[in-house]
């Protein structure tokens, strides 16, 4: 055949193995559940190693402007793969790569819910600013004003927003605003107080790496809140080396 359906309207509850090339959406006409199965499918051929992670990435960059949300977030997330545990060419090739490849669909999520966006739109919103916000000097501007205004005066923003909004903003974010942050996660609620910390991993110089992975001492906050600083800062390229030095210490 041409092209096939392994799942019909993706109830059933298993994988398929199939060649993309029949996974033609322009002739199978997959409906959204479908087109997701479909990248679940690919993306668990490829940790099988049965199929080349670039057939999936190419994949997900051509549905990621797909009118439904949902399956736009599904793609978004199966284009994507590991940056930091190569050189510095690729490194860099990458983050070049993510900002052509997904900087419009960035910009034009922004970081306002627009009145008659779905929940699912706003899914959307948060998983591809927080991956690919920091890549784009004005969206990290708007990121720190949207951070800042609901820090001065907790406005109601949906939780997810305000924690990519925060981590962004952290990423290129100095001392004071650090320290601004470690204020404000004292007297937030539970909530709150775990989109702060993270954003306080999200750092990106060894000096605050220091300091944020100094609040798993207990001194300032419980550390069963902080523990996750431990896990993003290693999870970046710029400070993993600081928290595995610090982890290694202790």
């Avoid at 940790?47 to 599904?74: C, F, M, Q, T, Y």
């Avoid at 052509?100 to 669909?105: E, P, S």
Wanted: charged content about 30%; aromatic content about 6%.
């Amino acid at each position: 055949p041409r092209w096939i359906v392994p799942n019909d309207d993706a109830t059933g509850y298993y994988r398929s193995a199939v060649d993309p090339a029949l996974l033609d959406t322009r002739a199978a006409k997959l409906s959204g559940a479908e087109q997701r199965m479909v990248l679940a499918d690919l993306t668990a051929m490829v940790r099988r190693d049965e199929l080349p992670v670039d057939r999936v990435i190419a994949r997900g960059v051509a549905l990621s402007g797909d009118p439904d949300p949902l399956v736009a977030l599904s793609a978004f997330v199966a284009a994507q793969f590991r940056t930091d545990a190569f050189g510095d060419p690729f490194y860099d090739a990458a983050i070049r790569w993510r900002r052509a490849t997904f900087g419009k669909l960035a910009r034009a999520l922004g970081w306002h819910r627009a009145p008659g966006d779905s929940d699912e739109r706003e899914q959307l919103r948060e998983e591809v600013l927080e991956t690919t916000g920091g890549d784009d000097p004005a969206l990290v501007q708007a990121a720190a004003r949207v951070a800042d205004d609901w820090l001065a005066h907790r406005p109601k923003i949906d939780v997810g927003l305000v924690s990519a909004a925060l981590a962004v903003s952290m990423k290129t974010g100095d001392a004071a605003r650090f320290d601004r942050y470690v204020a404000a996660a004292k007297t937030a609620s539970a909530a709150e107080r775990e989109a702060i910390i993270r954003a306080l991993g999200n750092v990106r110089t060894p000096e605050l790496a220091r300091r944020a992975l100094g609040l798993l001492l207990g001194t300032e906050l419980d550390v069963r809140d902080t523990w996750s600083i431990a896990v993003i800062t290693a999870a970046h390229r710029e400070t993993r080396d600081v928290a595995l030095a610090f982890l290694r210490a202790r």
